[in-house]
T-cell receptor, first 114, second 109 residues
């Protein structure tokens, strides 16, 4: 199993541009999550999904959108990128909800907005 | 919502010493407390977790203790080694994980 994979690894965006961060898992996990990690800080939940077709907001959803059309994929969309969105983005998945099952993280996408 | 505080933010120890990292949480309904290790430039990886029906859990050189009454839990690493150097995150969850801000552990040879 590849586990959780993310693309791209690194991206530079100009203010106002848009992009999609890709996340795929091959463990048949129901739950998927997007976090951002600012320098020297912990992980903040952006959005999560409990299954295909179901998504919900986390702690810091503003400026982002998600979709979950399949069990495997959970892309994160940034519209109108802002410098405040410079961060490392981690996708994660788990078999059930966070309090019952380990979350497995992808390698991260480093995003710089200039 | 849940709030997790983690201390200290940095911790320097000599190889072979013990290291202790402490976390407090605010939501008494939280029932799952994992600890993640993140090496520089890498993804967070689970190293140990504890559920609210257990007071202590050990796995070789690492252990976690939970005090539900006081709403705090701690990570203990014994006989530290240079490869233990990393950032450690605690988290608490009732349904979604809320992470602490991390502790940078440096183990000097």
């Amino acid at each position: 199993n590849a586990g959780v994979t993310q693309t791209p690894k690194f991206r530079i965006l100009k203010i106002g541009q848009s992009m999609t961060l890709q996340c795929t898992q091959d463990m048949n996990h129901n739950y998927m999550y997007w976090y951002r990690q600012d320098p020297g800080m912990g992980l903040k939940l952006i959005y999560y999904s409990v299954g295909a077709g179901i998504t919900d907001k986390g702690e810091v959803p503003n400026g982002y959108n998600v979709s979950r059309s399949t069990t495997e994929d959970f892309p994160l969309r940034l519209e109108l990128a802002a410098p405040s969105q410079t961060s490392v983005y981690f996708c994660a998945s788990s078999r059930t909800s966070g309090n019952k099952e380990t979350q497995y993280f992808g390698p991260g996408t480093r995003l710089l907005v200039l | 919502g849940e709030n997790v505080e983690q201390h200290p933010s940095t911790l320097s120890v000599q190889e072979g010493d013990s290291a202790v990292i402490k976390c407090t949480y605010s939501d008494s309904a939280s029932n799952y407390f994992p600890w993640y290790k993140q090496e520089l430039g890498k993804r967070p990886q689970l190293i140990i977790d504890i559920r609210s029906n257990v007071g202590e859990k050990k796995d070789q050189r690492i252990a976690v203790t939970l005090n539900k009454t006081a709403k705090h839990f701690s990570l203990h690493i014994t006989e530290t080694q240079p490869e233990d150097s990393a950032v450690y995150f605690c988290a608490a969850s009732r349904a979604k994980l809320v992470f602490g801000t991390g502790t940078r552990l440096l183990v000097s040879p």
